[in-house]
C-alpha cells in the first residue's frame, strides 16, 4: 500500500496568485477538468485505489468527490489535511502581504518551519496535525495491501512532506518544490515513518 498525495484542482485565487490558507475557495471549471484528469492518471497507471480521503475544505472535499464518483469509491473528510492557517495574509498577493506586514513576513521568514504566520500556524504545526490524521488513516488499512490510499490536500501541505523528505530548508521550499494542481505523488508508508522521525 502506498498513499498518493494530491493537491486540489484549480480555484480562482490559485489564478490571482492569492493565499488561500484557511479561507474556502471552491474550484473554478478548470479545476474540475484537472479533478477528471486527476483520475485518468491512475486509470492509466493501472494504480488500484482502496479509499480516497479529503482535507475538509470545498476545494478539496470537491476534488475528492470527482474521483470518488469515478471509481465508485467511498471518501472521508478529516481533520488535519486543511491547507496551513496563513492568518493576515489570506486573501492578499505576496506583494500586498509586503507592503501591508512587512515586520510579520520578515519574522516568519527568518524561521519558517517554527514561527507562525500573524494569527496563523507554523511548518511544524503543519506537520504535526496531517502526521496525527496520517496516523489515524493508516491505521485502518493493511500495510500490505495491493491498493493505495488517495489523499486531497493542499499545495502547503505537500510541501512541508517534499521539504522533509529531501532535506530543503522551509526558507528555500517554495523556490525549490512545486506542487502543481491535481497532480499525484506517492509515498511509501516508510517514506512517511521517515519523514514523521525528523518532526
Known amino acids: 500500500m502506498n498513499i498518493y498525495f494530491a493537491r486540489h484542482g484549480q480555484t480562482d485565487w490559485n489564478i490571482l496568485g492569492k493565499v ?11 479545476g474540475i477538468k484537472q479533478a ?6 491512475f486509470e492509466t497507471h493501472a494504480i488500484s485505489l482502496e479509499k480516497v480521503y479529503t482535507s475538509r475544505q470545498t476545494r478539496a472535499v470537491q476534488t475528492a468527490q470527482i474521483v470518488s ?9 478529516i481533520p488535519g489535511l486543511e491547507e496551513m492557517n496563513m492568518g493576515a495574509f489570506e486573501g ?7 507592503s501591508l506586514y512587512p515586520e510579520e513576513l520578515k519574522r516568519w521568514n527568518s524561521d519558517k518551519r517554527y514561527e507562525k504566520t500573524p494569527g496563523g500556524e507554523s511548518y511544524q504545526l503543519v506537520l504535526e496535525r496531517v502526521f496525527r490524521a496520517l496516523e489515524n488513516m493508516i491505521g485502518r488499512h493493511d500495510p500490505s495491501s495491493d491498493k493505495n490510499l488517495l489523499v486531497i490536500s493542499h499545495g502547503g501541505v505537500i510541501m512541508t512532506l517534499i521539504a522533509i523528505k529531501e532535506s530543503i530548508p522551509f526558507e528555500e521550499a517554495h523556490l525549490k ?9 506517492c509515498f511509501s508508508t516508510e517514506d512517511l515513518r521517515r519523514i514523521k522521525e525528523q518532526l
Not at 36 to 41: G, H, K, T, V
Not at 92 to 98: F, S
Not at 178 to 184: E, F, I, L, R, S
Request: aromatic share 10%.
Open 20 to 30: 488561500q490558507g484557511t479561507t474556502d475557495i471552491p474550484l473554478n471549471d478548470t
Open 92 to 98: 492578499h498577493i505576496w506583494t500586498e502581504i509586503e
Open 36 to 41: 477528471e484528469q486527476l483520475c485518468e492518471y
Open 177 to 185: 518544490i512545486a506542487v502543481p494542481n491535481a497532480t499525484p505523488l
Open 69 to 77: 464518483d469515478r471509481f465508485g469509491l467511498a471518501y472521508e473528510a
